[in-house]
């Protein structure tokens, strides 16, 4: 970048005027070591290359307040126009992304708010550039619809869900979305924490099975769960597929595995999860802000589901329209 | 002759040695001082940001509650004991007292947590004297367990405290330009240091880890010892939680900054100099260890360092401060 | 051949940082021999035989083995020349047995592998040339020191070494596996074996030694040739001036006021229906062989194990059983036998170990005044003559006999009633130990009732009113002063002559 | 007559005790074994499905990788070590093993990252012998190096090698019915197991965990014996990375299980009644604290618990575990 240091950690609460040259951007993800958060960074280098400007990754651990020591010594640092966080947590990160926008910094969020209501779409920090964000109440009930028409198939239908962590607020928001969608005639015989781990995944749905051998579905938050779930199906014995005898699966994200196993019939549905679509929108309209061109007010909240070429799931049906389509990050 | 006129040159070589250890000591004390000094140095040269009080501040603020929790641990490791529940005692103080604050008010909530603190701190003493198991599998176990109190008061959501009238105020404000989190830290680490240097208490709890048969044959309540830095480590914890939920006014089961809570702590004190074998240490060494290793991700964050060097960093940081210790207890013996 | 130099060592010289131990020491280790090594507490005597045995480097000088000049890193070197060390506190792996102690870094595995049955066939026949009835499978945290003693010989001898270093072998040794221990030592010497002998008890030194060094503050000091050396010559040398008598005067008891200490009935795991009591001023001897259970009495009455039946009183005062703090309320104090491991905090100053238990009396609100406690640590440490004395030194790094002195010290912060001492002369030098029985003869003449346990039976032959022998837990018999001697007190604690129970 | 001539055993040494310490130890060894068969009853109640061969050999396979990393951890134990770093070598050997598998086949990728493991432990026992420090803090720093050398390798990405010829053959296979990660379990159990019981370096770990200076004077080489226990328990770590990753074939830098990993199997190990002191433990012990745990673990996922039950429940059976074994070694003295 052409500008001085001093002027970009400024200090004041003064708007910074508008970069010219290259725009330096901090973007705090969730972990380094999260395929999810690296193919949203890789995106958003590949958009941020295109417009002229730089993005440095922070490795915020899973921990929010390894998160929020870096945003604020990011900020003392001096070396960047703007931010795109991703919150580990939406309320203990808010602080500090006011101390961020009170530095003349443009601060957007991605996949989580920020802001004391993580569940919530609404905008909740003022000033903030944009949020580009998954709806997770919305997501919740998506994968519970998902698993009702997955259900019609089965007599007497059994149901397993796969939880991440009800510890998480982001989690635990979904747990009564999800049972209040699923039609009561679907039994919900077993559910546990497989805290976003394939291996994890293998193992709850390996004792599931086993205290419950007549399961027909396993629902989860995360298309690595789901892979352990399936890996447990046929390791079993059993068959994996939607149809009488069969066991199948609904995954959460649309990963390339799980778009590969749903094209072969293996498991029912995916919900769409689009981070590169996501990360390429957040970078782009926070280049722009820190150009002086502000987003417009719809642009304020982005729910990711509209940024999705193929709807809500990742269907057999969905993605025999979208032939070209492959997911946008891999777990498994 | 009498016993009494033995009386001959009983101190001949009494004072020599005084001179020496004293001069060990300042390597071994100021050694790793030397070494905060020189990041220091270093990170002032390497970001033209580092050296400001905002900078100092901030980094005080951030690890307030870090060194908060360490210092409680400090005295639980000096007495040979080991507290792994600091990080589900602080998890927990996040979420009772946003719970309570939304229930009984702010002051009466406040209270609650930190009698909460004490009372796991007591059971964590009680537990591991009255099963004679070591600490470390008992707080390891009753983390487990306080974890899942927080859960079950959370439900997992987040629970929102922060219009509740002067929840946030602890967080949000500051003392003379100190933050308050910081203050806490301060008051808490200047107690604590009067208490293990000038008390008969402190003494004891010297005594206790360094021969916990002798200090009871020598008349010391070995028991009552141990079972109250336990519960001085968990108020600790709780004044950490504090501290921290406060900025947000928001608790969380899953609270920020619990999960490495007991181990960070834990290295803190041991960077600092303080034995693990318990009787010696210092909360001052636990402050320059908490500093010390601020300092490094405080300098990997402005220099933005990419992840995998900043590990391989934070752990070399650590091992040379063990050597510089290691060096230094050479010296003076 | 024996007279063959085995190890020479040439004007030696230790020094811990600035504190100079040893200095130009010259010694010839002879094979066939008994060297002595006398010396007071802090002359460097173990420092000598931690040199010897490769667990210290010197510092100056040259150390031969076989006239060949070495300097030993460790004591796995020193054992491949065939130097071994019979350490001054037993150096033992509590958690593994007998057996596998004694032959520990010796199991002669095959291809890694131990074998069992060959262990226990040496260990018989190791058994057969000491005979110190040790099972071989107890685990050594269940033995009392005298048995971990004897451990420490069983494994020096079946190493088949060339020069044993025996740092106070007998400290914890009753007479007669002190007799034991020195017809093993003749028979090694006769198979050519060097023995390098440190011991406080001067008597046992000129009885068994074919040559003696004196160290005194680190240097080796001239003493009369061997054929002319008497226990007064030796005191002369060690301590650069002789010592009077040994034991003071004992003051007279007044047995018809209440006594200060009445033990009833008592009962623990280790000692059956125990009652006896002491006057003001009265110093009571525990007698009996080592493991008869006179420990575990004066631990039933200090709180530190709990009793299963019986009252202890003192004053008329019941006191409460497993509370030390109730036993320290009552004014009872205890110094107990393993110093190392229930005495001092090693880690930590000559001045807190002196003032821990009565720190309260030196406090104003929690907080210990050093216009109090300073001058008082500095009066005891002068009186005690505790070298090196700095208060703020480490009591670890003094010599044994000087940290015997600290264990002491504890108990005259404060004038307790009934002070119970077990082994308190044990590894204190003769300079120390008239100074410590002086000590006692003061606190008894000042009203202190004394309970004392103690191997060395002399000791309670000079100090003692009367003396209870311990057989199996129980007291067998009591000895008046009158007929106190070493051999009545044996003859007891061995059955010979069967008293009242 | 004289004392010499008094030819009775001087000592009165006690052979009494002896019958008391086999009795307790019973107590003491199958008060736990007493603990898992009363969870395996009451489990069979609770839940029908509970009582299978099947459901017996999942609860092996998924957790072998505990058992054999714990195995490890109890030769360091034992020596008086601890090594928290197992966690990082576990995953490293994860990434490690498929980024190598996709470039140098399979069989040189097995036979590089068990070496790896090895010289992980060998710079844990050199750095903590060098330094002099405890090898909590040691093994905590190393721990966070490797996890750099993870992130290094795989940039946060997955590392799939599962079309690698070979690479899921451990994972995926089964020998005579039992899971290969099981096998490898078994055969490191009584490796370990004759190492520790039979051999001359068995009895030096025990020695120098319980009193190093005894070791030394022994001629033990100490400093070569906790390097070596260091070796053996990162080799362990390495098996166990290999155990998992051959199952999905899929290596990645925060590995499942890998966070929880050396504190997980450090439970198992004091669980399993050895004590963290050293000197004394075995390795069936461990063996029976792992199951213990998993077992636990296994009713909580079949019988459906709530999280925050989960958290208590687990809490509590380490402490009733450590209880016993309290109870047990109170029996014995
Ligand atoms: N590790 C150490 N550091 C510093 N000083 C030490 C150390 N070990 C021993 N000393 C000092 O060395 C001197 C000689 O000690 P040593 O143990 O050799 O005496 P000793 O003759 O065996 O005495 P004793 O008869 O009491 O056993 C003492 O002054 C002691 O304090
Ligand atoms: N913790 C223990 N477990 C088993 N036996 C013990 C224990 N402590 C002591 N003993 C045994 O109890 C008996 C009495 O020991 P005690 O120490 O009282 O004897 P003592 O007469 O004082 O002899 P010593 O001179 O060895 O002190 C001994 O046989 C000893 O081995
Ligand atoms: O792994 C993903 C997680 O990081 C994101 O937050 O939610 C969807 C998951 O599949
Ligand atoms: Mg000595
Ligand atoms: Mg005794």
Redesign the interface.
Known sequence: TACSSTEKSGGSAAAADPVSGTVDIAFFGLAANNTYTQSMFKQAEETAQGMDAKVQFFDGKFDASVQSRQVQDAITSGNYDAFIIMPNDSASILPFAQQAIDAGIKVSSLEYPIGKDPASVDLQLDGLTTQVIEDVVFGAESIADSANRACEVYEGCQVAMLWGSRKLPTDAVKVPAFKDDLDPANKLVAEGDANYLEVDGFNLATDMLQANPDINLFVTVGDQMAGGAARAVTESGRTLGNKAGSVTIIGYGATTDGVEAIRAGRWFESLALVPKDMAAKVTELTIAAARGEEPSDDERSIVQNSLSPIGVMASEKSLAENPDFVGQYSTQ | ????E???N?????V??????AL?AVIRDFGLVAAVLALVVSLSIA????L?V??FM?ILN?NA?VAITAFGATLVIIAGGFD?SVGAIYAFTGVASAWLALHVGTPAALALVVLAGAAFGCANGL?SRL????P???T??????I??????I?????I?A?DVAGFTTIG?TAVAGIPSPVVIMIVVGIALTFLLR????G??V??VG??P?????????VGAVIVTTFVVSGVCAALAGLA?VT????G??????A??LA?GA??AV??GGT???G??GAIWRTAVGVLLLALV??GL??L?A???????I???V??VA??L??LA??AR? | MSGDVIVELDGIGKTYGANRVLDDVSVEIRRGRVHALVGENGAGKSTLGRIIGGEVPHSTGTLKVDGRSVHQGSPREALARGLVVIQQEPTLVPTLTVEQNVFLGQEQPSVGVVSRRRLRERFERLAARLPFALDPQALVSTLSIADQQKIEIMRAVARDARVIVMDEPTSSLGVRETEVLHDVVRGLCREGVAVVYVSHFLEEVLEIADDVTVLRNGRRVACPDRDRLTVPALVEAMLGRPVGAVFPDRSAVDRSADPVLVVDGLSTEAVDDISFRVWPGEVVGLGGLVGSGRSEVLRAIFGVDRRHQGTVTVGGEPVRSGSVQAAIARGIGLIPEDRADEGLLLGLSQKVNLTLTHLRRLCFAGVPRASLETPMVTSLLTRLEVRPLDPRGRVGNLSGGNQQKILFGRWMTETPRVLLLDEPTRGVDIGAKVAIYRLIAELSASGVACVIVSSDSEELVGLAHRVHVMRRGHIVDTVEQEHLSVHSIMSIALGVVEGAA
């Open positions: 002759m009498s016993v009494q033995l009386d001959l009983s101190t001949e070589a009494a020599a040695p005084r001179r020496q250890i060990s970001s033209p940001n580092f400001s905002d900078n901030n951030q509650y792994l537990a099963l004679r198991a070591h470390f599998l008992v390891l176990a009753t983390g487990v367990i974890s899942g109190f927080s859960v079950g959370s439900g997992g959501f987040l929102n922060s949000t000038s008390t008969a208490y003494r004891y010297y005594a360094a021969n048969r002798a200090a009871r044959v020598s008349g010391v309540r921290e900025k947000s006014g928001v969380q089961a899953d609270a920020s900054g999960s490495g181990l834990i290295a041991i960077v034995s693990i074998k009787g010696q991700q405080n964050n402005l933005n990419a992840p995998h060097y900043r590990d391989i934070s752990g070399l650590m091992i063990v050597g210790n290691a207890s050479d013996s």
